[in-house]
């Protein structure tokens, strides 16, 4: 794997929105966000591509390609953090410069949801390494949680480093405190409790990281994007897979058939353990609940699962490094993720 250089205060952060930008209403999270990451000593650069939106999309999808690859190729950005998802991230994916970026200097990117579908192309194509987490309106809040603001230790940490991530106290279980109340932060109201497939009290894996959300990385399967079993021969084949998937809007049987197609396209293939996060904007079906869907999944593989855990649309989420060996360590509902840029 390729790991982007460190970042560190006085580097400039790109803000560019390959999916959804903000509507003018909007237009306050990313101008405090600016505020709140400038006033820990980075600059921040946004483009236009954040303050806009129709239809879902930010801009054209030859826009939000173009001012990606400007973004990915200037060298006086460091990192790129996109205001947040949306829906079409996929469409940009034909149209970027692959062997471009492949023959590049490596550039962190960081954020989720919709994000993920462009994070997971750019390292399995690239072999760089890409972060999934906290994306940037959601740095407009004054005060930002323990858990979520380790994206600055994540990205200024550089090959051959190492980053410790714990599981959380707590948890926000819905959005509505949030748009009742923008700019001003999470609401945790739950205990965040990791649980075991297996219901065992202690396990531990290893192997290296892939993964994002389940609703948008369904969509490149059996795409020229799905580079899978690729990069798992380049980068996985001895250390193995520790999947980390999450999902919104998904009940329990599409959550299902997401994971039965991702198995049968070979994704599921040398995985030593798989991470789930908090299931957003979720129900069960039919009394099929997302325990079933895990369980007809991967318990005949024997593959153990952690569930419930710290990433995706239910905040705080530890910052998941793709292509960082990582080991996992769970014990009584606490979980421990150990990356290595190596």
């Not at 993920?116 to 399995?124: E, N």
């Not at 005949?300 to 910052?319: A, F, L, M, R, T």
């Amino acid at each position: 794997m390729k790991y982007p250089k460190s970042l560190k205060t006085g580097d400039t952060i790109g803000v560019t929105a390959p999916s959804s930008g903000a509507q003018k209403p909007l237009h306050i999270l990313l101008s405090k966000a600016k505020e709140n990451v400038e006033a820990r000593g980075y600059r921040v650069v946004t483009g236009e591509t954040a303050w806009t939106q129709q239809k879902g999309r930010s801009a054209s999808k030859e826009k939000r390609a173009e001012e990606l690859m400007s973004f990915l190729l200037d060298e006086n950005i460091t990192a790129i953090i996109p205001p947040w998802g949306g829906s079409f991230a996929m469409e940009i994916l034909p149209l970027m410069d692959w062997e471009k970026l492949k023959s590049a200097p490596p550039k962190w990117l960081l954020g989720y949801s919709d994000i993920s579908t462009f994070l997971f192309a750019y390292s399995t194509i690239t072999g760089n390494a890409s972060a999934h987490g906290i994306n940037f309106a959601e740095l407009s809040s004054p005060q930002w949680d323990s858990t979520s603001s380790r994206w600055t230790d994540v990205l200024g940490c550089s090959e051959n480093g190492e980053v410790t991530q714990y599981s959380s106290d707590h948890y926000q279980s819905n959005w509505q405190k949030v748009y009742d109340n923008p700019a001003t932060g999470f609401y945790f109201d739950s205990k965040t409790e990791w649980k075991h497939l297996s219901e065992l009290s202690e396990a531990e894996f290893s192997g290296r990281l892939l993964g994002g959300c389940i609703s948008t990385l369904r969509t490149l399967i059996g795409t020229p994007f799905d580079q899978v079993k690729d990069y798992v021969s380049n980068y996985a084949a001895e250390e193995g897979v520790v999947w980390y998937l999450e999902s919104v809007g998904l009940d329990a049987i599409n959550i299902y058939r997401s994971l039965w197609q991702m198995k049968q396209a070979g994704w599921f293939d040398n995985t030593n353990g798989i991470l789930i996060g908090r299931p957003s904007r979720y129900t069960a079906n039919q009394e099929f609940e997302l325990v079933d869907a895990l369980s007809d999944i991967f318990a005949e593989d024997n593959i153990p699962v952690i569930y419930d855990v710290d990433i995706g649309h239910s905040p705080p989420q530890n910052i998941l490094v793709n292509g960082a060996f990582a080991k996992i360590t769970y014990k009584n509902t606490q979980g421990t993720i150990h990356m290595k840029y190596q």
